[in-house]
């Protein structure tokens, strides 16, 4: 069984880029997304680019296209994400799909 390209829990980036300035605020456009998104940032100005990193949440494979909690809940492409961290520290849970390689082991009574 392959490892996806990014899994739940992995810490990746997506690149924005400034594209207009309001006071304080600036609007951005994300790679792999048509949507606009805003956030404060003192120092940026139209035609920079901002890496912003968070946590994956959702991943659809057939779509390829994943969710990330940046700028709240943001989907993009698969591709358009940077790898940070893999989720690895969560490997030794386990899982409770069937038929994946590490089972889950069944819960035991405390005492």
């Keep these: 069984m392959t490892r996806p390209v990014v899994e739940i829990g992995d810490r990746v980036?997506?690149?924005a880029t400034v594209t207009?300035?309001?006071k304080d605020r600036v609007m951005l456009t994300l790679d792999g997304d048509s949507h606009n998104?805003?956030?404060i940032e003192p120092n940026a100005k139209a035609g920079d680019k901002l890496r912003l990193e968070g946590d994956?949440?959702?991943v659809d494979e057939?779509?390829?296209r994943t969710t990330v909690q940046v700028l709240g809940r943001v989907t993009v492409d698969t591709k358009s994400v940077e790898m940070i961290t893999r989720r690895c520290d969560l490997d030794h849970?386990?899982?409770n799909v069937p038929g994946?390689?590490?089972p889950r082991t069944p819960p035991r009574p405390h005492g």
Excluded: K, T
């Design 37 to 39: 998104y805003s956030m």
């Design 56 to 58: 994956v949440v959702h």
């Design 93 to 95: 849970i386990a899982s």
């Design 20 to 22: 207009e300035r309001v």
């Design 100 to 102: 994946h390689p590490l």
């Design 13 to 15: 980036a997506v690149l």
């Design 62 to 64: 057939d779509l390829g």
